[in-house]
């Protein structure tokens, strides 16, 4: 048997492992609650798992930096994360080349938002809400609880002590495919629209993006991702639109040309 071949078994071994104690532990963790299963993983750990999927999203996709679209891109990020009374992540939010509409958050504070959805918003406004989603997300560890109910905690942590890349990769493919549940989707709302608030951004701006998805008929179109990821949901909408601000607040409007922020994608 050559080498290749015994590589490649202990590889598929190693994976059945993986999902045989991914199943185990589901059915014992399955009555815990989000708060209790995310502190199974440090966020130092968090941060070490960002770190290696990081290094697979760059080999897997183009990023686009040191351009225009990246430059709004972080002064939103700063706009946001300055408004967080105290965080322990240091956020990156990358552009992906790509014209799917969406935006995902990965492990360590790690935000991906695809050139498609930056075109489809009619302004920055929109773009950040989205963002303070994804942020929300982060801050309340949707993303590792909802690894921990996929693989396992032990799974999970035996990827930090190494492994091949390509089961990495699939292991990254499998993730991003995968939803929130509609709690973790409200409590992100939640947390997002206040984080607009405290960024003098409108939170109205949230609800306006999801109309336009709506108003295009992108909401049941399966291609579009963030739909499969944040589905269709007028409460939500509504939730925005309802949203009182501080009888003080005072918009700030971003100072960019967004068309042309536009146009450099």
Same mark, same amino acid.
């Given at each position: 048997?050559?080498?290749?071949?015994?590589?490649?078994?202990?590889?598929?071994?190693?994976?059945?492992?993986?999902?045989?104690?991914?199943?185990?532990?589901?059915?014992? $963790?399955?009555?815990?609650?989000?708060?209790?299963?995310?502190?199974?993983?440090?966020?130092?750990?968090?941060? $070490?798992?960002?770190?290696?999927?990081?290094?697979?999203?760059?080999?897997?996709?183009?990023?686009?930096?040191?351009?225009?679209?990246?430059?709004?891109?972080?002064?939103?990020?700063?706009?946001?994360?300055?408004?967080?009374?105290?965080?322990?992540?240091?956020?990156?939010?990358?552009?992906?080349?790509?014209?799917?509409?969406?935006?995902?958050?990965? %492990?360590?504070?790690?935000?991906?938002?695809?050139?498609?959805?930056? *075109?489809?918003?009619?302004?920055?406004?929109?773009?950040?809400?989205?963002?303070?989603?994804?942020?929300?997300? +982060?801050?309340?560890?949707?993303?590792?609880?909802?690894?921990?109910?996929?693989?396992?905690?032990?799974?999970?942590?035996?990827?930090?002590?190494?492994?091949? %890349?390509?089961?990495?990769?699939?292991?990254?493919?499998?993730?991003?495919?995968?939803?929130?549940?509609?709690?973790? $989707?409200?409590?992100?709302? *939640?947390?997002?629209?206040?984080?607009?608030?405290?960024?003098?951004?409108? %939170?109205?701006?949230? +609800?306006?993006?999801?109309?336009?998805?709506?108003? *295009?008929?992108?909401?049941?179109?399966?291609?579009?991702?963030?739909?499969?990821?944040?589905?269709?949901?007028?409460?939500?909408? $509504?939730?925005?639109? *309802?949203?009182?601000?501080?009888?003080?607040?005072? +918009?700030? %409007?971003?100072?960019?040309?967004?068309?042309?922020?536009?146009?450099?994608?």
């Amino acid at each position: 048997m050559g080498s290749k071949m015994i590589r490649d078994l202990v590889i598929l071994l190693a994976i059945a492992g993986a999902l045989f104690v991914g199943g185990y532990f589901t059915v014992r $963790e399955i009555n815990k609650t989000d708060f209790e299963l995310s502190h199974q993983v440090s966020i130092e750990q968090e941060e $070490e798992l960002g770190n290696v999927l990081k290094d697979v999203m760059i080999d897997q996709y183009k990023i686009v930096e040191d351009n225009m679209a990246d430059s709004a891109i972080q002064a939103i990020k700063t706009r946001l994360v300055s408004a967080i009374d105290s965080t322990p992540y240091r956020y990156e939010i990358k552009i992906i080349k790509n014209e799917q509409i969406n935006a995902f958050t990965m %492990p360590g504070g790690n935000i991906y938002v695809f050139s498609g959805l930056i *075109k489809a918003a009619d302004s920055p406004e929109e773009v950040a809400s989205v963002l303070a989603h994804e942020i929300g997300h +982060a801050e309340k560890r949707h993303v590792v609880t909802r690894l921990i109910n996929d693989m396992s905690t032990t799974a999970i942590l035996g990827i930090l002590s190494g492994g091949d %890349p390509s089961v990495v990769a699939e292991i990254l493919k499998s993730i991003a495919g995968n939803k929130f549940n509609r709690e973790q $989707e409200m409590e992100a709302d *939640k947390f997002a629209l206040q984080l607009l608030e405290d960024s003098h951004v409108p %939170p109205k701006a949230l +609800a306006r993006f999801f109309e336009r998805l709506n108003d *295009k008929d992108f909401d049941y179109n399966e291609d579009l991702e963030i739909l499969m990821t944040h589905p269709h949901n007028n409460r939500r909408i $509504e939730q925005a639109r *309802k949203y009182k601000t501080r009888n003080n607040f005072k +918009a700030e %409007p971003f100072n960019f040309d967004w068309e042309k922020v536009q146009q450099s994608l």
